[in-house]
Protein backbone atom coordinates (compact mmCIF):
# COMPACT_ATOMS: atom_id res chain seq x y z
CA UNK A 1 0.00 0.00 0.00
CA UNK A 2 1.40 3.30 -0.24
CA UNK A 3 -0.62 5.42 1.92
CA UNK A 4 0.25 4.94 5.39
CA UNK A 5 -1.51 6.12 8.90
CA UNK A 6 -0.54 5.23 12.09
CA UNK A 7 -2.59 6.87 14.88
CA UNK A 8 -0.06 5.72 17.49
CA UNK A 9 2.99 6.10 17.07
CA UNK A 10 4.49 3.10 18.99
CA UNK A 11 6.89 2.49 22.06
CA UNK A 12 10.18 3.44 19.71
CA UNK A 13 12.88 6.38 20.55
CA UNK A 14 11.30 9.54 22.30
CA UNK A 15 7.58 10.80 21.74
CA UNK A 16 9.74 14.25 23.43
CA UNK A 17 11.87 14.60 20.41
CA UNK A 18 10.00 17.14 18.35
CA UNK A 19 9.33 15.78 14.80
CA UNK A 20 9.83 12.18 16.37
CA UNK A 21 8.59 9.12 13.45
CA UNK A 22 6.79 6.24 14.36
CA UNK A 23 8.62 3.14 14.45
CA UNK A 24 5.79 1.44 12.44
CA UNK A 25 7.03 3.03 9.45
CA UNK A 26 10.56 2.16 9.62
CA UNK A 27 8.85 -1.79 10.25
CA UNK A 28 6.99 -1.56 7.35
CA UNK A 29 9.90 -0.62 5.15
CA UNK A 30 11.94 -3.27 6.67
CA UNK A 31 9.27 -5.97 6.14
CA UNK A 32 9.02 -4.85 2.32
CA UNK A 33 13.10 -4.65 1.80
CA UNK A 34 14.43 -7.21 3.93
CA UNK A 35 17.96 -5.25 5.07
CA UNK A 36 20.31 -7.12 7.06
CA UNK A 37 22.31 -4.07 7.70
CA UNK A 38 19.95 -1.10 8.22
CA UNK A 39 21.38 2.40 8.49
CA UNK A 40 19.99 5.95 9.63
CA UNK A 41 22.26 9.10 9.04
CA UNK A 42 20.21 11.48 11.23
CA UNK A 43 18.93 9.01 13.47
CA UNK A 44 17.29 11.66 16.16
CA UNK A 45 16.00 9.67 19.04
CA UNK A 46 16.79 6.62 17.90
CA UNK A 47 13.37 5.44 16.70
CA UNK A 48 14.77 3.89 13.92
CA UNK A 49 17.62 2.05 15.37
CA UNK A 50 15.30 0.75 18.31
CA UNK A 51 12.61 -0.59 15.31
CA UNK A 52 14.94 -2.23 13.39
CA UNK A 53 16.74 -3.61 16.05
CA UNK A 54 14.00 -5.30 17.39
CA UNK A 55 13.21 -7.12 14.59
CA UNK A 56 17.02 -8.36 14.97
CA UNK A 57 18.21 -6.18 11.70
CA UNK A 58 21.72 -4.92 12.22
CA UNK A 59 21.18 -0.99 12.74
CA UNK A 60 23.49 2.17 13.06
CA UNK A 61 22.35 5.23 13.99
CA UNK A 62 24.65 8.49 13.21
CA UNK A 63 23.45 12.20 13.89
CA UNK A 64 24.94 15.67 13.87
CA UNK A 65 24.34 15.78 17.98
CA UNK A 66 26.35 12.34 18.36
CA UNK A 67 29.03 14.25 15.92
CA UNK A 68 28.66 13.02 12.66
CA UNK A 69 28.06 15.30 10.09
CA UNK A 70 26.25 14.29 6.85
CA UNK A 71 27.45 17.16 4.98
CA UNK A 72 30.93 16.53 5.51
CA UNK A 73 31.31 13.12 6.73
CA UNK A 74 31.44 9.89 4.37
CA UNK A 75 28.18 7.53 5.50
CA UNK A 76 30.50 4.86 4.08
CA UNK A 77 33.15 5.11 5.73
CA UNK A 78 32.01 5.85 9.66
CA UNK A 79 30.18 2.37 8.99
CA UNK A 80 32.69 0.71 7.36
CA UNK A 81 30.73 -1.32 4.63
CA UNK A 82 27.73 -1.11 2.48
CA UNK A 83 24.16 -1.20 3.84
CA UNK A 84 21.27 -2.68 2.33
CA UNK A 85 18.79 0.24 3.26
CA UNK A 86 20.15 3.72 4.47
CA UNK A 87 17.45 5.69 5.56
CA UNK A 88 17.44 9.41 6.77
CA UNK A 89 14.52 11.49 8.18
CA UNK A 90 16.01 15.27 8.01
CA UNK A 91 14.36 18.44 9.21
CA UNK A 92 11.86 19.29 7.28
CA UNK A 93 13.26 22.60 5.79
CA UNK A 94 13.57 24.69 9.16
CA UNK A 95 10.55 23.77 10.54
CA UNK A 96 11.63 22.72 13.86
CA UNK A 97 15.30 23.64 14.84
CA UNK A 98 17.40 21.27 16.15
CA UNK A 99 20.38 22.53 17.69
CA UNK A 100 20.75 25.48 19.52
CA UNK A 101 18.71 27.59 21.72
CA UNK A 102 14.96 26.17 21.72
CA UNK A 103 16.15 23.14 19.88
CA UNK A 104 16.98 19.38 20.54
CA UNK A 105 20.36 19.65 21.79
CA UNK A 106 23.39 21.96 21.98
CA UNK A 107 23.84 25.67 23.14
CA UNK A 108 24.06 27.41 20.01
CA UNK A 109 23.22 26.48 16.56
CA UNK A 110 25.45 24.16 14.49
CA UNK A 111 26.31 25.88 11.06
CA UNK A 112 25.28 22.16 8.99
CA UNK A 113 22.48 21.89 11.21
CA UNK A 114 19.76 21.10 8.05
CA UNK A 115 16.71 23.09 10.23
CA UNK A 116 19.82 25.40 10.42
CA UNK A 117 19.91 26.41 6.37
CA UNK A 118 19.76 30.04 4.92
CA UNK A 119 16.57 29.31 2.88
CA UNK A 120 14.91 27.26 0.42
CA UNK A 121 17.85 26.77 -1.60
CA UNK A 122 20.68 26.07 0.59
CA UNK A 123 18.58 23.62 1.95
CA UNK A 124 17.64 21.83 -1.26
CA UNK A 125 21.45 21.92 -2.11
CA UNK A 126 22.23 20.01 0.88
CA UNK A 127 19.59 17.71 0.95
CA UNK A 128 21.50 16.28 -2.64
CA UNK A 129 24.61 15.80 -1.17
CA UNK A 130 22.67 14.10 1.98
CA UNK A 131 20.90 11.69 -0.48
CA UNK A 132 23.98 11.04 -2.58
CA UNK A 133 26.38 10.30 0.48
CA UNK A 134 23.43 7.70 1.49
CA UNK A 135 23.18 6.50 -1.93
CA UNK A 136 27.01 5.92 -1.67
CA UNK A 137 27.01 3.93 1.54
CA UNK A 138 24.34 2.08 -0.32
CA UNK A 139 25.19 -1.41 -1.90
CA UNK A 140 24.28 -1.79 -5.22
CA UNK A 141 20.91 -3.22 -5.60
CA UNK A 142 20.10 -1.78 -2.03
CA UNK A 143 17.91 0.85 -1.33
CA UNK A 144 18.58 4.51 0.52
CA UNK A 145 15.43 6.23 1.00
CA UNK A 146 14.42 9.69 3.00
CA UNK A 147 11.25 10.68 4.67
CA UNK A 148 10.37 14.26 4.42
CA UNK A 149 7.33 16.75 4.81
CA UNK A 150 6.82 19.85 2.81
CA UNK A 151 6.61 23.41 4.28
CA UNK A 152 3.82 26.18 4.17
CA UNK A 153 4.26 29.34 6.24
CA UNK A 154 3.40 33.04 5.23
CA UNK A 155 2.18 32.15 2.21
CA UNK A 156 4.87 30.18 0.66
CA UNK A 157 4.97 26.14 0.03
CA UNK A 158 7.93 24.67 -0.10
CA UNK A 159 8.09 21.37 -1.56
CA UNK A 160 10.64 19.55 -0.52
CA UNK A 161 9.81 16.17 -1.34
CA UNK A 162 9.79 17.40 -5.27
CA UNK A 163 12.91 19.08 -4.84
CA UNK A 164 14.75 15.93 -3.46
CA UNK A 165 12.93 13.54 -6.32
CA UNK A 166 14.43 16.58 -8.83
CA UNK A 167 17.77 16.27 -7.67
CA UNK A 168 18.50 12.38 -7.98
CA UNK A 169 18.58 9.73 -10.43
CA UNK A 170 15.11 8.78 -12.49
CA UNK A 171 15.70 5.54 -13.11
CA UNK A 172 16.60 4.56 -9.18
CA UNK A 173 13.50 5.67 -7.69
CA UNK A 174 11.06 3.55 -7.01
CA UNK A 175 8.18 4.14 -4.46
CA UNK A 176 6.56 7.41 -2.94
CA UNK A 177 4.72 6.50 -0.13
CA UNK A 178 2.55 8.99 1.52
CA UNK A 179 1.86 8.82 5.45
CA UNK A 180 -1.17 10.84 7.37
CA UNK A 181 0.48 12.50 9.90
CA UNK A 182 -1.57 12.92 13.32
CA UNK A 183 -1.33 15.15 16.58
CA UNK A 184 0.52 17.30 14.69
CA UNK A 185 0.41 20.99 16.21
CA UNK A 186 -1.13 22.60 13.20
CA UNK A 187 -3.97 19.81 13.50
CA UNK A 188 -5.39 21.00 16.61
CA UNK A 189 -5.38 25.03 15.73
CA UNK A 190 -8.61 25.90 13.96
CA UNK A 191 -8.79 26.94 10.46
CA UNK A 192 -11.74 28.50 9.34
CA UNK A 193 -10.70 31.21 8.07
CA UNK A 194 -7.58 29.82 6.04
CA UNK A 195 -7.62 29.49 2.21
CA UNK A 196 -5.01 26.16 1.73
CA UNK A 197 -5.41 23.34 4.05
CA UNK A 198 -2.54 22.64 6.77
CA UNK A 199 -0.30 20.01 5.28
CA UNK A 200 -0.92 16.84 7.51
CA UNK A 201 0.99 14.57 5.07
CA UNK A 202 4.39 13.14 4.76
CA UNK A 203 6.48 11.52 2.13
CA UNK A 204 8.79 8.15 2.56
CA UNK A 205 10.71 8.32 -0.84
CA UNK A 206 12.36 5.15 -1.92
CA UNK A 207 15.66 4.42 -5.03
CA UNK A 208 17.08 1.52 -5.21
CA UNK A 209 20.90 1.92 -6.00
CA UNK A 210 21.79 1.11 -9.54
CA UNK A 211 25.73 0.40 -10.03
CA UNK A 212 27.27 3.38 -11.83
CA UNK A 213 30.29 5.08 -11.63
CA UNK A 214 30.06 8.71 -10.37
CA UNK A 215 31.11 9.50 -13.64
CA UNK A 216 27.92 8.29 -14.69
CA UNK A 217 26.04 9.19 -12.03
CA UNK A 218 27.16 13.37 -12.58
CA UNK A 219 26.25 12.31 -16.93
CA UNK A 220 22.70 10.98 -16.05
CA UNK A 221 21.84 14.11 -13.50
CA UNK A 222 22.84 16.79 -16.10
CA UNK A 223 21.70 14.82 -18.67
CA UNK A 224 17.95 15.11 -17.07
CA UNK A 225 18.18 18.63 -15.92
CA UNK A 226 18.92 19.75 -19.23
CA UNK A 227 16.42 17.72 -20.95
CA UNK A 228 14.24 19.46 -18.41
CA UNK A 229 15.84 22.84 -19.01
CA UNK A 230 15.00 22.35 -23.10
CA UNK A 231 11.86 20.87 -22.45
CA UNK A 232 10.71 24.05 -20.35
CA UNK A 233 12.26 26.61 -23.25
CA UNK A 234 9.78 24.27 -25.52
CA UNK A 235 7.07 24.69 -23.07
CA UNK A 236 7.18 27.93 -22.87
CA UNK A 237 7.27 28.70 -26.48
CA UNK A 238 4.71 26.88 -27.46
CA UNK A 239 2.66 28.72 -24.67
CA UNK A 240 3.46 31.92 -25.92
CA UNK A 241 2.69 30.76 -29.68
CA UNK A 242 -1.30 29.48 -28.74
CA UNK A 243 -1.63 32.61 -26.81
CA UNK A 244 -1.02 34.89 -29.54
CA UNK A 245 -3.71 32.45 -31.58
CA UNK A 246 -1.20 29.63 -32.71
CA UNK A 247 0.44 32.18 -35.77
CA UNK A 248 2.53 35.01 -34.58
CA UNK A 249 5.58 37.00 -36.20
CA UNK A 250 9.05 36.90 -34.03
CA UNK A 251 8.57 40.53 -33.31
CA UNK A 252 5.38 39.21 -31.24
CA UNK A 253 6.56 36.40 -29.84
CA UNK A 254 10.00 37.84 -28.74
CA UNK A 255 7.89 40.52 -26.93
CA UNK A 256 5.78 38.02 -25.51
CA UNK A 257 8.33 35.80 -24.12
CA UNK A 258 10.25 39.32 -22.42
CA UNK A 259 6.80 40.62 -21.31
CA UNK A 260 7.15 41.66 -17.82
CA UNK A 261 10.87 40.38 -17.82
CA UNK A 262 13.25 43.17 -16.06
CA UNK A 263 15.23 45.18 -18.65
CA UNK A 264 18.70 43.78 -16.92
CA UNK A 265 17.71 40.20 -18.15
CA UNK A 266 15.83 41.35 -21.67
CA UNK A 267 19.64 43.46 -22.49
CA UNK A 268 21.23 39.89 -22.59
CA UNK A 269 20.27 39.25 -26.49
CA UNK A 270 21.33 35.28 -25.94
CA UNK A 271 17.38 34.42 -24.96
CA UNK A 272 16.08 35.35 -28.26
CA UNK A 273 18.65 33.25 -30.39
CA UNK A 274 16.99 30.44 -27.47
CA UNK A 275 13.70 31.28 -28.95
CA UNK A 276 15.18 31.16 -32.95
CA UNK A 277 16.20 27.39 -31.94
CA UNK A 278 13.09 26.72 -30.61
CA UNK A 279 11.18 27.85 -33.39
CA UNK A 280 13.90 26.42 -36.20
CA UNK A 281 14.57 22.79 -34.47
CA UNK A 282 12.11 21.98 -32.82
CA UNK A 283 10.04 20.84 -35.24
CA UNK A 284 7.09 21.76 -33.72
CA UNK A 285 6.82 24.57 -36.05
CA UNK A 286 6.46 26.14 -39.42
CA UNK A 287 7.79 29.52 -41.24
CA UNK A 288 4.68 30.25 -43.46
CA UNK A 289 6.27 33.59 -44.53
CA UNK A 290 9.42 35.16 -43.46
CA UNK A 291 9.64 36.02 -39.59
CA UNK A 292 6.14 34.09 -39.28
CA UNK A 293 6.03 31.14 -37.42
CA UNK A 294 2.62 28.18 -37.07
CA UNK A 295 2.32 25.47 -35.13
CA UNK A 296 2.81 22.73 -37.45
C1 LIG B 1 13.49 14.85 12.22
S1 LIG B 1 14.87 14.56 13.26
C2 LIG B 1 14.99 12.80 13.22
C3 LIG B 1 13.99 12.18 14.15
C4 LIG B 1 14.08 10.68 14.28
N1 LIG B 1 13.63 10.01 13.06
C5 LIG B 1 13.28 10.20 15.46
O1 LIG B 1 12.27 9.49 15.25
O2 LIG B 1 13.61 10.56 16.58
C6 LIG B 1 16.19 15.17 12.26
C7 LIG B 1 17.58 14.93 12.81
O3 LIG B 1 18.53 15.37 11.82
C8 LIG B 1 19.70 15.74 12.51
N2 LIG B 1 20.58 16.53 11.61
C9 LIG B 1 20.42 17.81 11.16
N3 LIG B 1 21.45 18.17 10.38
C10 LIG B 1 22.29 17.10 10.30
C11 LIG B 1 23.55 16.88 9.68
N4 LIG B 1 24.18 17.84 8.95
N5 LIG B 1 24.14 15.66 9.82
C12 LIG B 1 23.53 14.68 10.56
N6 LIG B 1 22.36 14.86 11.21
C13 LIG B 1 21.74 16.05 11.09
C14 LIG B 1 19.17 16.53 13.69
O4 LIG B 1 20.13 16.60 14.73
C15 LIG B 1 17.92 15.71 14.07
O5 LIG B 1 18.22 14.79 15.09
Known amino acids: MSILSYPQRG?????????????????????????RLFVDPMMGSGSSIEAAREMGIDAVGLDL????????????AAVGK?????????????????????????????PDDLSHC???????????????????????????AVIIGDWRRDGKYSSYQAECIARMPADELVSVLIKQQHNTSSSR??????KYPFITHEYILVWCRRQKSTFLLLATLAREQSQR????????????????GGKADLKSIYAAVANGCPERLKANPSWKDK?????NSSGEYVSEARGIWALA
Open 11 to 35: PWGSASWRGNMSGHVYQDLFRQLKP
Open 118 to 144: IDDADFNEKMQIALLNQREATRPGGHY
Open 229 to 244: LRGTWRAIIRNVVMTL
Open 275 to 279: VRQVL
Open 65 to 76: HAGFNILRDSIL
Open 189 to 194: KAYGTM
Open 82 to 110: HADVVCSHPPYGGQIKYSGPGGMWGDIAH
